[in-house]
């Protein structure tokens, strides 16, 4: 009867040990800049400047801009300083075909730190998560360029 009764207590005090683990897990997402579905940080180079793309397979104005920011990113001016992340909003599939682009599916945490009031959404950032440009709506390769080149000017304190 003893060893049922400690069972129990020991089964209890663990569960309640795992319950408090998960809440302070979900507490601590704010320290991470971007999240997955599943509320594990998103992979972010150091050493880049960050595009990151809030997104919807939904979007037609998002799908005729992914290869207009992948085009411009592969370009020699950018390809060593900046680095891609993508954010779909209305799926819970990622997309992960193109290593240099992946596109993760979104959790509502980022959506704190990064508002999104429609997509496509571009956010510039640093490495630790410093908004230096944001873009609302799509854009053409110009335009773009100008952003980039303006998130250049704004970090270049960052890489020196």
């Known amino acids: 009867?003893?060893?049922?009764?400690?069972?129990?207590?020991?089964f209890a005090l663990a569960n309640l040990s795992c319950q408090k683990e998960e809440k302070a897990?979900?507490?601590?997402?704010h320290k991470y800049i971007l999240v997955d579905k599943n509320s594990n940080p998103i992979p972010l180079p150091e050493d880049k400047l960050i595009?990151?793309?809030?997104?919807?397979?939904?979007c037609s104005s998002c799908m005729k801009e992914l290869p207009?920011?992948?085009k411009v990113l592969r370009?020699?001016?950018y390809r060593k300083k900046f680095s891609f992340i993508g954010i779909v909003i209305d799926s819970?599939?990622?997309?992960?075909?193109?290593p240099d682009?992946?596109?993760?599916p979104g959790h509502k945490q980022n959506f704190v730190r990064f508002p999104v009031p429609g997509t496509p959404t571009t956010y510039i950032i640093?490495?630790?998560g410093k908004k230096l440009v944001i873009i609302y709506g799509a854009v053409k390769e110009e335009n773009f360029r100008r952003f980039l080149n303006d998130a250049l000017r704004k970090a270049d304190s960052y890489f020196k």
């Open 1 to 10: 009867m003893i060893r049922i009764f400690l069972f129990f207590v020991v």
């Open 25 to 29: 897990e979900k507490k601590d997402l």
């Open 51 to 58: 595009v990151v793309n809030f997104l919807a397979y939904s």
């Open 68 to 70: 207009v920011i992948k």
């Open 75 to 77: 370009e020699k001016d």
């Open 92 to 98: 819970d599939k990622g997309d992960f075909s193109d």
């Open 101 to 104: 682009f992946p596109i993760y």
């Open 126 to 128: 640093t490495p630790k």
